[in-house]
C-alpha cells in the first residue's frame, strides 16, 4: 500500500532555507503527480505546492511563489521542497501526497516534517 515519508524539517531562523524531502513506495511513483501540503494546529490543511508526473510542469500557492521549489526524482521515488526566506508564520507541519480524491491514496496521510521558524 502506499507510504509516504516525509523528512528534511526542523528549526530555522527566519529568511533561512530548508530542503524537504518525501520518499515513496507502495506504488509507481512516476505516474503520478505529486504535492506539498502544510497545516498550523486548529487550521484547514493548505495545498503549497503540485508537479506533475513527469516534473515538466509545477504549479505554487501565491503565498509561497518565488521561494519554495518543488521537484521529483522518479528513479528514487522522491519528491523535494525546496523553501527559501521562511517565515515565521510558515512554522507547519509539512506533508506530501498524490491527489486524495483517487486511489492510491484516498484517506491516506503520512507523518508529515515538522518546520518550525523562529528567532
Known amino acids: 500500500q502506499v507510504q509516504l515519508v516525509e523528512s528534511g524539517g526542523g528549526l530555522v531562523q527566519p529568511g533561512g532555507s530548508l530542503r524537504l524531502s518525501c520518499t515513496a513506495s507502495?506504488?509507481?511513483?512516476?505516474?503520478?503527480?505529486m504535492y506539498w501540503y502544510r497545516q498550523a494546529p486548529g487550521k484547514e490543511r493548505e495545498l503549497v505546492a503540485t508537479?506533475?508526473?513527469?516534473?515538466?510542469?509545477?504549479n505554487y500557492a501565491d503565498s509561497v511563489k518565488g521561494r519554495f521549489t518543488i521537484s521529483r526524482d522518479n528513479v528514487k521515488n522522491t519528491v523535494y521542497l525546496q523553501m527559501n526566506s521562511l517565515k515565521p508564520d510558515e512554522t507547519d507541519v509539512y506533508y506530501c501526497?498524490?491527489?486524495?480524491?483517487?486511489?492510491?491514496?484516498?484517506?491516506?496521510w503520512g507523518q508529515g516534517t515538522q518546520v518550525t521558524v523562529t528567532s
Open positions: 501526497n498524490g491527489d486524495q480524491t483517487t486511489q492510491p491514496f484516498y484517506g491516506y
Open positions: 507502495g506504488f509507481t511513483f512516476s505516474r503520478y503527480a
Open positions: 508537479i506533475t508526473s513527469a516534473g515538466r510542469s509545477t
